[in-house]
């Protein structure tokens, strides 16, 4: 088992093209050993988003807190806190911000998603 608190983990800057003003948590992963998931954290600042993208890869999302649109093929859909969003594998998406507050939400993918970079040396 693993416990740990959300406060010690990096928070980091979502760099990926078209990501504006989004963040991230790798809660858990392979780094922990966890096998088959990967449980990420995502803060987008008022007025940001995800980027519009797609992959080969299913997702889950737990809406945490503030106000949101998940953008996708079927069109846009509003997020508050308590909602659960699934996006299937290679479907288009994206999240924005549509609040005054952060628009926070974790999110499951596949652990093969996050494996840990090859020691160098």
């Known amino acids: ?42 803060i987008v600042a008022p007025g940001g988003c995800t980027p519009h993208h797609q992959h080969d890869y299913e997702h889950e999302i737990l809406i945490l807190s503030g106000e949101g649109t998940a953008i996708s093929t079927q069109g846009p859909r509003t997020l508050k806190a ?16 549509t609040g005054k507050t952060n628009f926070e939400f974790i999110c499951l993918v596949p652990a093969r ?4 970079a090859p020691c160098a040396g």
Do not use: W
């Open 113 to 116: 998603v996050h494996q840990p």
């Open 1 to 42: 088992m693993i416990v740990k608190s959300i406060q010690s983990v990096p928070v980091n800057l979502v760099t990926m093209p078209g990501a504006q003003q989004a963040m991230m948590q790798m809660l858990l992963g392979p780094e922990e050993q966890c096998p088959n998931f990967a449980m990420r954290k995502f």
């Open 82 to 97: 308590g909602d659960v969003v699934y996006v299937p594998a290679n479907e288009m998406h994206q999240f924005q911000n």
